[in-house]
């Protein structure tokens, strides 16, 4: 009985042995080899991206990729949910980009932790749903543009440049950054039900942005320095308020808006060109006396102090 304990006992160890030897030779380092979704992906490298001549955004951004760093291109024909992964061939995945300007069958993209760009995304049309972005991207590069389902979008602090993207989307209604952000630049044009714009981190530039946007009330809760040709065109913006120092607003926050408020905690450098054509604007608080030219002309409601006869 003893010596058929031991011999069963050695056959349990071996085919033990054997199950463990056989789970390790499926991958490299004790982890689990990863399955790459064929149908909707396929993969290039930053290399061959320079050499077929096509610039790119992120590339310019990031010079410390290497070119062996791996890019994940979403095809033309892809549906459903799409999830791009960390990594592929046992390298980084750097970026996402897109084979199709648009994608009514693609219903959701998640970024796996480590992906840091996505451009050239669903630049025309997109019935993307759900957006989840982790907290490895730094940049959105010409993406998400006349989308008609996406409705919120949070940015993680990691994220530095949002550029020509999420324009004309016709159901965003909320945004909101948390970090650093370096620059936005061309992005959020003509969303017409965005009304909520929490920007919860500083933000070094926004250009170009905003434009004829449904936003109703502006709130740059840390430093903020450059607002050049911004938030013109708001048809439902009531207030703005600047918590820390803003460095310049040129070209912005003017024409056809419910502007009625604006405060400054501190003073701008300076303000040029700004909050002209606000029919509802009465109340300006400049946090002090920054040098302002040909800004607050054509507000029926408001006339800038006189400076004092010297």
Request: aromatic residues 8%; proline residues 3%.
């Amino acid at each position: 009985m003893k010596k058929a304990l031991s011999v069963l006992l050695a056959v349990i160890l071996v085919i033990g042995t054997l199950t463990l030897a056989a789970c390790g030779s499926s991958d490299s380092g004790g982890k689990k080899e990863q399955k790459v979704d064929e149908k909707n992906l396929s993969f290039t490298t930053v290399g061959e991206l320079k050499s077929a001549g096509t610039e790119y955004d992120f590339i310019a951004a990031e010079r410390k990729l290497e070119d062996d760093a791996a890019v994940c291109v979403i095809k033309a024909d892809a549906e459903g949910e799409i999830t791009v992964p960390a990594q592929y061939d046992g390298k980084d995945v750097a970026a996402v980009i897109s084979e199709s300007q648009s994608s009514d069958r693609l219903t959701s993209l998640t970024l796996e932790n480590g992906v840091s760009y996505i451009e050239n995304c669903f630049t025309e049309s997109s019935s993307v749903q759900a957006l989840t972005l982790p907290a490895s991207v730094k940049g959105v590069y010409h993406s998400f543009n006349s989308n008609s389902a996406l409705r919120e979008v949070s940015f993680p602090t990691s994220v530095k440049y949002i550029v020509g993207s999420f324009c004309s989307c016709s159901a965003l209604e909320k945004i909101e950054t948390t970090g650093y952000v370096y620059g936005i630049r061309e992005s959020f044009l003509s969303d017409a039900a965005l009304a909520d714009v929490t920007f919860s981190g500083a933000i070094q530039k926004i250009e170009n942005s905003f434009d004829k946007s449904g936003v109703t009330s502006v709130t740059f809760s840390e430093n903020v320095h450059d607002v050049i040709e911004s938030f013109s065109e708001c048809a439902a913006l009531t207030s703005l308020n600047v918590e820390q120092i803003a460095n310049t607003f040129k070209k912005s926050f003017c024409k056809d808006s419910k502007l009625e408020s604006v405060k400054f905690a501190q003073s701008a450098e300076s303000i040029l060109y700004s909050f002209n054509d606000n029919d509802a604007l009465s109340k300006v608080d400049l946090g002090g006396e920054p040098p302002i030219t040909d800004s607050f002309l054509n507000c029926p409601n408001y006339t800038l102090p006189q400076a004092p006869a010297q």
